[in-house]
């Protein structure tokens, strides 16, 4: 919140005056909604940090406009165009289907990017809920976002991992044992 004063503030006020109002007490909705990309840039910018950190096709910078751009899609929901969220959310998910690529390993196949492609959905619908003004319901999404990428390698956490468990159970891709599928007959 700006005020009137001397100095710097006083020469930067001209500059500031569509976003503040009420002798500098009030932030105009202008601002507010300035702030909003803000904070969706910077809450999708961490989980793309994350994603960067652990070398994902995606990082922070695509995080960080994906973030932007469902933010300024949600400002414009708030504002009257409710609809435009279903199109940034089907934009995304070919965005997400672009990072998905299959790799044959020996008899296995495996599938690359479905995390990242998960966490570009978060990041849009973060963002989106920072542009539509939910700001501490984008902040819990983007700190619960990062806890599960981030499971694995939290200590304390590591009991919650699946793959510390999957070892100990059949795989459902797994063909059965021959002596299963004579009892599966019988």
Do not use: C, K, N
Request: proline share 4%.
């Amino acid at each position: 919140m700006l005020r009137a004063g001397s100095g710097f503030r006083a020469a930067m006020l001209p500059l500031w005056s569509p976003l503040v109002s009420g002798g500098g007490r009030e932030v105009t909705p202008v601002a507010a909604d300035i702030m909003h990309l803000l904070i969706a840039a910077a809450l999708t910018y961490a989980l793309g940090f994350e994603r960067d950190l652990r070398g994902a096709p995606a990082g922070d910078r695509l995080f960080a406009l994906i973030g932007v751009g469902a933010g300024i899609v949600g400002v414009l929901a708030v504002h009257g165009a409710p609809t435009a969220l279903q199109g940034a959310l089907t934009g995304i998910g070919f965005i997400g289907a672009g990072l998905v690529f299959r790799q044959q390993q020996g008899h296995l196949q495996m599938i690359r990017g479905l995390t990242t492609a998960a966490a570009i959905f978060a990041a849009a619908a973060i963002g989106a809920a920072a542009g539509e003004g939910r700001l501490l319901l984008a902040t819990a999404a983007t700190a619960f976002a990062l806890l599960v990428l981030e499971v694995r390698y939290i200590p304390v956490l590591r009991m919650l991992d699946g793959r510390r468990w999957a070892g100990r159970f059949r795989d459902d891709e797994w063909p059965s044992r021959p002596r299963d599928r004579e009892a599966d007959d019988h």
